[in-house]
């Protein structure tokens, strides 16, 4: 299973950026998927997660300005990230909890090499 994570860039404050994630090779479903990001200096932290359900969770700290999404396929995610702040900035990975065989009891989670986001003042 790999995960591609696109859409990072350069972008002043208060501006916006789409992310995207990608599920590919081998596997039975995709659960969940989520975005983490981690700042220079800083623990990795939870951005926002969305089941197979739709049932979606953020971080306070990006509440009413991101939206995570699923694609139809269920294997893919987006973020969109609006009204974006300094403190926005950081290398954002993609998280995928995946059912590889039908018959697995525990699903294993994968990660996306991260992309970088660059919120300038």
């Known amino acids: 299973v790999q995960l591609q994570a696109s859409g990072g860039g350069l972008v002043q404050a208060g501006g916006s950026l789409r992310l995207s994630c990608a599920a590919s090779?081998?596997?039975?479903?995709?659960?969940?998927m989520g975005w983490y990001r981690q700042a220079p200096g800083k623990q990795r932290e939870l951005v926002a997660v969305?089941?197979?359900?739709?049932?979606?969770s953020y971080a306070d700290s990006v509440k009413g300005r991101f939206t995570i999404s699923r694609g139809n396929a269920k294997n893919t995610a987006y973020l969109q990230m609006n009204s974006l702040k300094p403190e926005d900035t950081a290398v954002y990975y993609c998280?995928?909890?995946?059912?590889?065989?039908?018959?697995?009891?525990?699903?294993?989670?994968?990660w996306g090499q991260g992309t970088l986001v660059t919120v300038s003042s």
């Open positions: 998280n995928a909890l995946v059912r590889v065989r039908s018959f697995d009891v525990s699903p294993s989670i994968y």
């Open positions: 969305i089941t197979s359900s739709s049932r979606i």
């Open positions: 090779g081998s596997f039975f479903s995709v659960i969940n």
